[in-house]
Every structure is written in structure tokens, then in C-alpha cells.
């Protein structure tokens, strides 16, 4: 589990005095207990659920990174850069793109889709097959780029 994980890494950098480690860790915590203690969740959390809530900060904090680099804010934007490097050191790899290409394509294959309109099917099945291995956003252009 990613929070027992955290609340040890905590330890380590408040030690090593690492505050650029420890912000995001305590992000990375704060989301966990927020998304635990929230209305009607009623079991603990399982690893697919944390790995979405970490992919969710991540996205966050590019999205901000991005509006700070346009600004000219380098200060701010450092600080999401290396709240985005520490949050994730706790996701699964990343796969290439081509890996994901490859992935998709046998997808297509297996489930006989020919257009464009067979994109929401394969979104689907995509999503559920690479869970934490790539962004939602790229997986949609690689399908319809394929599809199309």
C-alpha cells in the first residue's frame, strides 16, 4: 500500500531535512486522508484507488506547472516541477508511447473496431488495460489517430 509506504518516506526526509521531498510527500498525504475520511467511503482505500489519486495531483500540478511557465512564474513552476518528480517516484512506470501504440492496436484488433464511432468501446477497454501506466489524454489521441 502507497500510505503505509508514505508515512515512512515522511520520516526520512523530515531526518534528512529535505523539504522539497517532504512538501510533496505531505501532499501525496493529505490526498490519501482527504480520500478516505470523504462522504460515503465506507472500506479502506486499495492500491488502484491511491495510484488514481497520485495520477490526479500529477495532472494538477502539470496543469499549473503550465500556466506558471507561461506567466514567466520559474519560481512557482519549479516548485510544482519538483512536486511532480516526488509524487511520481510512487506511480507505476510510465509505458512509451509506442508501447502504448502496440497495446491499443491489438485492442482495436481483438474487438473488430472500425471507425471512429467504436472510440468510446475502446477508450474503455484501453483505460482499463493500462491503469497507471499512461495519461488518459494520450491514450485517446493513440486511438484516434488509429481509428481513424
Not at 35 to 54: C, P, R, S, V
Not at 115 to 144: C, P, R
Request: aromatic share 2%; glycine share 6%.
Amino acid at each position: 500500500m502507497i500510505s503505509t509506504n508514505i508515512d515512512q518516506e515522511i520520516k526520512q526526509a523530515m531526518l534528512a531535512k529535505d523539504q522539497v521531498k517532504l512538501r510533496g510527500l505531505r501532499a501525496i498525504k493529505a490526498a490519501l486522508l482527504l480520500a478516505k475520511t470523504e462522504k460515503g467511503q465506507t472500506e479502506e482505500l486499495n492500491e488502484d484507488t491511491e495510484i488514481k489519486i497520485l495520477q490526479k495531483l500529477v495532472k494538477q500540478r502539470k496543469e499549473s506547472a503550465d500556466i506558471y511557465k507561461t506567466q514567466g512564474r520559474t519560481d512557482l513552476y519549479q516548485i510544482e516541477q519538483e512536486e511532480i518528480d516526488v509524487i511520481s517516484q510512487f506511480l507505476p512506470k510510465q509505458l512509451e508511447r509506442a508501447e502504448i501504440e502496440v497495446i491499443i492496436a491489438k485492442i482495436i484488433a481483438e474487438n473488430g473496431a472500425a471507425s471512429i464511432k467504436d472510440m468510446g468501446k475502446i477508450m474503455g477497454l484501453a483505460n482499463k488495460e493500462l491503469a497507471g501506466k499512461a495519461e488518459g489524454k494520450l491514450i485517446g489521441e493513440i486511438i484516434k489517430s488509429q481509428l481513424a
